[in-house]
């Protein structure tokens, strides 16, 4: 399964589980200078991708590392208010107005430091006011 991010008419970057065909999949779908962020680890230590499409379309391949066993200890301390996790989020929409959303984050406007898409009509916390209008 590949997830894309929408921006505009295209997928600005693409988040891929390694194998099978995902990578090339991905990277087929992003649009030119977009990027790739390969997640997980492949059973067969291989990576599928046509060269060509990486090269004309000048993507950015990242892969992401995992963080040997730091959730449990990340979601200790979120559960125990340690760390503050509401002011991430700067900026919430909802998903009609995801390309809206990218767009922002992307060019940086009105001080974003996180948007977050909501797929479903929630009610915003007080703490993470719905700077996009939730509708």
């Given amino acids: 399964m590949v997830s894309c991010f929408v921006a505009a008419f295209a997928p600005k970057g693409c988040l891929a589980p390694w194998g099978d065909k995902s990578v090339g999949q991905a990277a ?58 509401h002011s991430l989020v700067s900026h919430r929409f909802p998903l009609k107005r995801a390309v809206e959303a990218f767009q922002l984050n992307a060019a940086y406007r009105d001080n974003v430091v996180k948007v977050m898409v909501e797929s479903r009509n929630i009610v915003s916390s007080p703490d993470v006011p719905a700077q996009g209008g939730l509708a």
């Fill in 28 to 85: 087929e779908m992003a649009r030119l200078g977009g990027r790739v962020v390969l997640v997980g680890i492949p059973g067969d230590d291989d990576l599928l991708l046509k060269h060509s499409t990486a090269r004309r379309k000048g993507l950015t391949i990242v892969l992401s590392r995992r963080m040997k066993h730091i959730y449990p200890r990340a979601m200790q301390l979120a559960e125990q208010d340690k760390v503050d996790l």
